[in-house]
């Protein structure tokens, strides 16, 4: 499986469309984890390249991710997560630095799976394995093998349900329910009436929730939106 924690041996590199992916110097660990911009020293500021490699480093991961969660194909991955990072290079001039990186980065990355979607014929998710793999640790204790499988299974439930939404509703779910952003956040990232944003949720819990229930082998809620 393709890991995404190492950007540099999965993704490819257009060097003349956004240098400084291709070639940056190295920032602090702790610096690029926090995903925060390097403080300014004594004369010294950090360049907008500088910059960029921070933000690409720190959040790469959840970048290629949230495509994976929006239902685009593992082996669009690589290229996708290029073109969402050629647009934060494009626009990182603009954007606020004092506001959190993660949902501006799921707005760009929407809008490029949506890109995508649309220039599709037909368009449907491939299943894959987001866990990592803990071989090691897996036969070192029974227990911790039956858990892990445990785990594969509910993330491999929770990916083929996620399958039932348009990108609509599966964008605003993934933001509400699994990273954890509030509605008025929502409509702002995906650029829609609030209202829009309470609508789509709901349908989405009412599908996700019937989907989930007829994968363990229960009938169908009734009434649910489809």
Request: proline share 7%; net charge neutral.
């Amino acid at each position: 499986m393709t890991d995404p924690s190492r950007p540099t041996q999965t993704h490819r590199v257009d060097a003349a469309a956004s240098p400084a992916l291709a070639d940056a110097p190295r920032q602090p660990a702790a610096l690029a984890l926090s995903g925060a911009t390097p403080p300014r020293g004594e004369g010294v500021g950090i360049t907008l390249a500088e910059r960029f490699v921070v933000l690409y480093r720190a959040h790469f991961e959840y970048v290629w991710r949230t495509l994976r969660k929006l239902g685009m194909r593992e082996a669009d991955l690589p290229d996708l997560t290029h073109d969402v990072f050629v647009v934060v290079h494009r626009k990182l001039e603009a954007y606020d630095a004092t506001r959190p990186a993660k949902p501006w980065l799921f707005g760009i990355a929407f809008r490029v799976a949506l890109d995508r979607r649309r220039k599709m014929s037909s368009w449907r998710e491939t299943l894959v394995d987001e866990m990592p793999a803990s071989a090691a640790a897996a036969s070192a204790s029974p227990a911790l093998a039956e858990e892990h499988l445990a785990a594969r299974d509910a993330h491999a439930l929770v990916m083929r349900a996620l399958d039932v939404l348009d990108l609509d509703k599966r964008s605003t779910f993934v933001l509400h329910e699994m990273d954890g952003v509030n509605a008025p956040d929502i409509a702002q990232i995906l650029d829609v009436p609030l209202n829009t944003v309470y609508s789509r949720l709901r349908a989405a819990r009412e599908l996700f929730s019937a989907e989930i229930h007829r994968l363990h082998g229960g009938p169908t809620a009734k009434g649910g939106a489809r």
